[in-house]
């Protein structure tokens, strides 16, 4: 299971269907967004990669 999974994007003006969730193991999300985006520059971490870097 992925906890706390976030999708964040810089350049963006607009609104995420969903931006923190969980992910069980095989599940799959779909994630839509309303908005501008002038250069995406798109992440996706987890709550086990902020734990990793510490």
Do not use: H, Q
């Not at 992910?23 to 987890?46: D, H, N, Q, R, V």
């Amino acid at each position: 299971m992925a906890k706390y999974v976030c999708i964040s994007m810089k350049g963006y003006n607009g609104k995420w269907s969903d931006n923190y969730f969980d992910l069980k193991a095989g599940e799959e999300k779909t994630i839509s967004f309303e908005g501008k985006i002038a250069k995406p520059e798109i992440k996706i971490y987890s709550l086990y990669e902020v734990l990793k870097r510490y």
